[in-house]
């Protein structure tokens, strides 16, 4: 079993930072993927950004010179530092797990940022 334990959403204003993080546990296969998707109620799950265990990196165009994505293999972390923040930033943002080898994912629990004044 893996679990995925997820830190760092809240609020913030226009324009603030701030920065997720997720750890996997139990038992980690490698190589796999590691990544953050987001979700606004009555929409689909839209990836944001994801990180592969050689380094190689994929953002969702909204986000690209704001957000960045970085990985701790060692812990098995993974981190998004989101600068720059907008109103349209607004989600529950979900940590990813992947592993390609045995086309298994995990999600986790999700966690809220806000964007407002």
């Known amino acids: 079993q893996v679990q995925l334990a997820e830190f760092g959403g809240g609020l913030v204003q226009p324009g603030g930072s701030l920065t997720l993080s997720c750890s996997a546990s139990?038992?980690?296969?490698?190589?796999?993927?590691l990544g953050w998707y987001r979700q606004v109620e009555g929409k689909e799950r839209e990836m944001v950004a994801i990180?592969?265990?050689?380094?190689?990196?994929k953002y969702t165009t909204s986000v690209k010179g704001r957000f960045t994505i970085s990985r701790d293999n060692s812990q098995n972390t993974v981190y998004l530092q989101m600068n720059s923040l907008k109103p349209e930033d607004t989600a529950v943002y979900y940590c990813?797990?992947?592993?390609?080898?045995?086309?298994?994912?995990?999600w986790g629990q999700g966690t809220q940022v806000t964007v407002s004044s």
């Open positions: 990813y797990y992947k592993v390609l080898l045995y086309d298994f994912t995990r």
């Open positions: 990180i592969f265990s050689g380094g190689e990196i």
């Open positions: 139990g038992q980690i296969f490698s190589p796999n993927t």
